[in-house]
């Protein structure tokens, strides 16, 4: 986890949060000021519990200022990402005379190489160190005497004030200057009002006179009272008939009791009359002679239930047989079948045909821009090789020992197999160092079988300014390798660089998926493998698979969110997905870790920084996603190679 906790911080530059906590200040002493940020990297993730190095800068009149006061310092962040530092000397200085700035600089290894992480005016501090002087003050001396005028009565009269009103509505003339008031009011008026109309209109549950009016609303209600009342009555009424029956049949010896045990589908009629929809065990039905009651029939129903169902299917065959059924065409079919009840049941499939994945020496159709007019075709799987079976062609006009493939589907990992690779090891593995192509190419580990846990030991031509490009792009998998389900030969693939990972997924125009624009990736789990989908350029989901949720998120949304079987993954291959596996990743020739819970793809391109000594690689897991930071090149990890598109 170490290892993994390195992969992401190293190289990130650290956003800071400026947050001022109150000033702390003596009339006579120290002027101080507390300082509290939050440490968080580029993508938002809180730095925790760690030192880094700190120097802030008081700067007079504007954000590029004379330096007034600056300090360095080592602070530690606490398990939040916050710290705190304790700001003083700043004596002397005239708040009030000028603005000031302050500059704050980090270095999150804990030296002193800083860069500039922000700069803010200093605002509310000012107003502190000035509330030093309140302290000298002698309230004794000061006359805080009342001398505002004081409203003791009111001194005029109502007609004494100008611009009187001459027109006011009330219905009581108590204010002593309403003069006159008529009121006229349309039936059309009181209706709207609603039922009674605030006692205007008469309830036809009290009426006084015979023309009183009775609306709308009030009629229906009243009629839907009565009718509820009427149903309860009869009710209870038809219970009471009930009753009566069986008391009769009871005292008739000549009656007869059964009981009709029924099953029925979804519903049934019974001799009663009625229709039942549920179970019902409480229904009796009386059958009556000249003589009185003869037979009491009581009902003792159970209702079944057919069921429905769907059925999603694709396949790439000429023909899909389905209940036997065989079926030539894509559409939706119903078929018609009984249930373990003996019920109907309706189940539906929907059946679409898929046309084969079109792979031309291994490379998959989605097409995917990584720079301005440049688009590249992704390889049908991961890279894997053996080094005990067969040999194969290199870019020098030699052969090599073992046999280099793609994996025959993308979501096929070795995982822990791959703590086998050796020299003699008749096994496949995908997890290899950085540039271990099998071209001499001067760097100490070469060999696609190398475990060495040196980083060093991984330059090519001994330095590490070097990447797998012009001179040294035979260190490249793709380009120096024939690749057996690759077109076989030399040349025809190459690993994406480090500028073109971060076009691919963080700049490049696609197309919109479930309400997202630019749809470029989304976390999921294909066949049961963890990994990340990558979208092409134009994409269109199928019309069958679950829309994808956390569309271009860094967080675990998708990662939980996104279940396809390889059925769903067959049409979004054939839409022209990609799909990159969390296959983990080993150290040195035993341990392999992480498998099913973080991806790392190696870039082709050296460290981020000049004197940066990794490899720069895409990861991403549950919580995270960053298209290119750096990582030790002696770390096992995945190959994916690409194929430029040719130019119109």
Known sequence: MKEQAKRWAKGVWMAMTLLLAAAGVSAQGTQKMVYQAVARTD?????????????????????????????RAVVRTDAGGLFTYVIDGLEGIAWDSAAYFLRTEIDPDGGNHYATSTVQQVLSVPYAMHAAVVDSLDWRHLDVSERDPQF??????YQSLTNLPTAVSAFVNDAGYLTAYTESQTLAAVVARGNAAGGQLKGVSDPTEYLDAVNLQTLTATLNAWAAQMDATVERQQHVIDSLHLEAA??????????DTRSACDSLTWIDGRTYTADDSTAIHFVATSSGYDSVVTLRLTILHGSTGDTTAATTASSYTWHGHTYTASGDYLDTLTSAAGCDSVVTLHLTFVAPVAITCGALPGEFSVADGQKVYFSRGNLQYNAAQGTHATADGGTAQGTWRFAEKQYDTIFHSNSGASSTYNGWIDLFGWGTSGWNSGAVAYQPWSTSTNNADYYPGGDYTNSLTGNYANADWGVYNAISNGCDTPGQWRTPTRDEWIYLLTTRAASTVNGTANARYAKASVNGIAGVILFPDSYSHPVWVAQPVGVNATDNTGWDGNVYSATDWQLMEAA?????TAAGHRAGSTIVAYTGVYGNYWGASSGLTPNETDACFLTFGSSGFHPSIDQNRDDGQSVRLVQDVPQP
């Open 152 to 157: 003791l009565a009111w001194d005029r009269d």
């Open 43 to 71: 993508s938002g993730t809180v730095v925790v519990s760690s030192n880094i190095g700190l120097r802030l800068t008081l700067l007079r009149d504007h954000s590029q200022g004379t330096t007034v006061w600056s300090e």
């Open 576 to 580: 022209g997905c990609v799909f990159l």
């Open 250 to 259: 009871r005292i008739n010896p000549n009656t007869r009791w059964g009981v």
